[in-house]
């Protein structure tokens, strides 16, 4: 499973699972764009990789939410790191978990333009140069909840609906340029998620982790490499994955 010569961009790399996806392409030979708010954790990932790896990255301080800067980002890069082999469409988040009746539409604006439009913005950019070199791979991340609505999850599962929706839509889209997508939805992931969710409030967010084993983003950026590194002809379209004791969204076997 190896990915020398291939340039993969990943989008909220500065932590959890979009981190875990750099470490595990750069340890595979892949040379890295990375994206995300927080540019200072993205520099110490880069150092860190180019030491352990002798991985080259290209750092971008970028919100996804902003089409303009999305735009100059992609457009300014140069031309030994245009042509795009790999993009992971990752960066994402809920915020708050209430009834949609109590909803703060600012939490709602947020989930949907990162999660949603973010991914479009990204994705929008990088696709014609893949479709004209008919080569190249979409990793999305979904999730469980666009598969299922959980209460209170209404904007946040909407907007992963969403992602399965559009991760659909490129695979219909795409079908004979040569470009493969995939669409990855876990199950509850132990990342700084949870923590944002709940606005900083440390003791709820380890509460969703607590009483089980949760999957680590270690396990997703593990099914990652394994979607981007299949013979040419394999296109993984939908990945499911959920730790051990979580059977749907809201039945989890926790010992308390
Ligand atoms: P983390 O909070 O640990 O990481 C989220 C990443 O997204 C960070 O790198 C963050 O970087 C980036 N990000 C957030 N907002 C923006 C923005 N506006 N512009 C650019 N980057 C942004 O969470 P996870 O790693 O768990 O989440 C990654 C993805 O996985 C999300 O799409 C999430 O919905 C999905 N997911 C998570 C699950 C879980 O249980 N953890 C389960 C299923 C799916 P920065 O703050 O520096 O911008
Ligand atoms: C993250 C998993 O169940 O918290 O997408 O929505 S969950």
């Known amino acids: 499973m190896n990915l020398n010569g291939k340039i993969a961009f990943i989008s909220g790399a500065s932590a959890g699972i979009g981190k875990a996806i750099a470490e595990t392409f750069a340890e595979a030979g892949a040379n890295l ?24 990255t290209q750092l971008i301080e970028l919100d996804v939410r902003n089409f303009d800067k999305v735009e100059a980002a992609i457009k300014n890069l140069r031309s030994a790191w245009a042509n795009i082999d790999i993009l992971v469409n990752n960066a994402g ?46 990793v999305n991340i979904g999730s469980i909840a666009g598969l299922e609505v959980y209460p209170s999850g209404n904007v946040y599962c909407a907007s992963k609906f969403a992602v399965h929706a559009i991760s659909k839509g490129m695979v219909i889209d795409l079908n004979g340029t040569g470009v493969k997508v995939t669409n990855i939805a876990p199950g509850l992931v132990e990342t700084e998620f949870a923590e944002v969710r709940f606005d900083g409030d440390k003791s709820r967010a380890e509460k969703v982790y607590q009483g ?45």
């Open 33 to 56: 764009i990375l994206s995300a708010r927080r540019i200072d954790k993205l520099k110490v990932l880069a150092e860190d990789l180019h030491s352990k790896f002798g991985t080259e």
């Open 93 to 138: 988040k809920a915020k708050g978990l209430d009834k949609i009746q109590g909803g703060l539409l600012s939490d709602w604006e947020e989930m949907i333009d990162t999660n949603v439009k973010g991914l479009l913005y990204l994705s929008r950019l990088i696709l014609p140069g893949m479709v004209e070199r008919a080569s190249g791979h979409v």
């Open 212 to 256: 089980y084993k949760p999957l680590e983003a270690q396990d997703i950026a593990d099914i990652a490499l394994f979607a981007v590194t299949r013979k040419h002809h394999v296109q993984i379209q939908d990945i499911l994955v959920t730790p051990l004791d979580q059977a749907t969204a809201t039945i989890v076997n926790k010992k308390q």
